[in-house]
C-alpha cells in the first residue's frame, strides 16, 4: 500500500507538468494490475465449458468487442455487456475475460466491447461508441447466443460508470436532454445493471479529496485525460455521473464494493442509498470495514479471492431474478 501510494504521488507530480506522460504513467499502473488479475484468472475455470468470440468488428472504425456464451448452446439467454474499467484510460476488452468466463458458464450469454482510451478519446466520445456496441448487439445478440430484449448492463470502476450513464440514458429522457446523448437502448430491453466499485457521482471527488493532495491530483489527471480539464468542479462532471442522470425508472441494481477500496464509502454505498431513494430495486454486496485480508478496488476480479467467487455467484442470482421468466423491466 506504501508503494502504491508513493507511486501515486510521483504520478500526481508529474501531471501539472506533463499531463500526456503521467496519464500513460498512470496507465502502465492499472496494466500492471490487469496482468495480474488476467494471471488468476486462468486458474479459475468457468462451471461449464464457453465458447468465444474474440475480434468482433461494431461498427466504429477499428473497435472490437469479444462475446462469450455456454458451449452447450440452446436458447438465446440473457446478456450481459459488461464495459471494462481503468480510469477511462486503461484497459481493454481481454481484462474482462476472467469474469465473461465465470458469467457464460453460469449460464449467460456475455459482450465486452472496447471503447477509445482517454486522452486520445474524451467525453462523451468513448458513451457514444458504447452506444454504438449496444446498436450492434440488439441486432446481432442472438449469432452469440444473446436475447437483444434481455439485457444487463455491467462494469467495473469507471466500466460502471460508463454502463450506469447508459442505463441511465436508456431509462431517463431528462438524461438524454441533458447530456444531448441519445438513448442507446429501449427502456424495457435494459433488465438490469450489475456494478464492481464504480464511479457514480464525480462532482463529489471535489470536496472529497481537498485533504488529500496525492489523491486530488491523481483524480484531477484522470479528469484531464477523459475531460480536458483538471478542475473537480467542472460542469461535465455532473453529465457523466450515473448519481446525476438516473431516474425512478433506472433498472433493477446489483452494486458491490470492497472494504478496502476507499471509493466505496463515497460512491458506491451513496449510489445504492440514491437509488433506493428513487425507489429502484437495489441488491448490495458490502463488507464490514474491520473484514480482513481487506477488499481492494475491483475486487471481483481477483478470483483468488472466495469473496470474489461469492460476488459472481450472487450476480449470476440477481440476472437470473431480473431476467427469468419475464420481470417487469423496471422492477416495479
Known amino acids: ?49 464457453v465458447r468465444e468470440w474474440n475480434g468482433i468488428p461494431y461498427g466504429v472504425g477499428e473497435l472490437k468487442l469479444n462475446a462469450f ?108 436532454k441533458k447530456t444531448g446523448i441519445a438513448a442507446p437502448l429501449a427502456a424495457n430491453v435494459v433488465r438490469g445493471t450489475v456494478f464492481d466499485c464504480g464511479l457514480f457521482d464525480l462532482p463529489r471527488f471535489d470536496a472529497d479529496t481537498r485533504e488529500h493532495l496525492a489523491f486530488r491530483l491523481f483524480f484531477g489527471e ?32 446489483f452494486i458491490t464494493g470492497g472494504n478496502a477500496d476507499k471509493l466505496t464509502d463515497v460512491q458506491s454505498k451513496p449510489f445504492a442509498d440514491r437509488l433506493r431513494s428513487l425507489g429502484v430495486r437495489t441488491e448490495t454486496l458490502f463488507y464490514p470495514d474491520d473484514h480482513s485480508p481487506g477488499l481492494k478496488h475491483e475486487y471481483v476480479r481477483n478470483l483468488d479471492r472466495a469473496e470474489a467467487r461469492t460476488a459472481l455467484e450472487k450476480i449470476a442470482a440477481f440476472i437470473r431474478s431480473v431476467t427469468e421468466p419475464s420481470p417487469v423491466p423496471n422492477g416495479h
Open 1 to 49: 500500500m506504501k508503494r502504491l501510494a508513493i507511486r501515486i504521488v510521483v504520478l500526481a507530480a508529474l501531471a501539472l507538468a506533463f499531463p500526456w506522460i503521467a496519464a500513460y504513467g498512470i496507465r502502465a499502473l492499472f496494466v500492471h494490475n490487469d496482468h495480474v488479475a488476467l494471471e488468476i484468472g486462468e486458474r479459475y475455470p468457468p462451471a461449464k465449458p
Open 69 to 176: 456464451a455456454p458451449e452447450s448452446g440452446g436458447p438465446v439467454r440473457p446478456l450481459v455487456v459488461w464495459i471494462h474499467g481503468g480510469g477511462w484510460l486503461s484497459g481493454s476488452r481481454a481484462t474482462i475475460t476472467p469474469v465473461a468466463k465465470q458469467l457464460a458458464g453460469a449460464g449467460f450469454a456475455v459482450a465486452v466491447p472496447d471503447y477509445t482510451l482517454a486522452p486520445t478519446a474524451r467525453y462523451p466520445e468513448s458513451t457514444r461508441e458504447l452506444s454504438t456496441a449496444l446498436a450492434y448487439l440488439s441486432a446481432h445478440a442472438a449469432e452469440y447466443g444473446g436475447d437483444a430484449r434481455r439485457i444487463i448492463l455491467a462494469g467495473d470502476s469507471a466500466g460502471a460508470n460508463l454502463a450506469g450513464s447508459l442505463a441511465a440514458l436508456a431509462t431517463n429522457p431528462e438524461a438524454v
Open 222 to 253: 484522470l479528469f484531464w485525460a477523459y475531460f480536458g480539464s483538471f478542475s473537480l468542479s467542472q460542469p461535465a462532471l455532473a453529465l457523466a455521473s450515473p448519481q446525476h442522470l438516473a431516474s425512478a425508472a433506472f433498472p433493477p441494481s
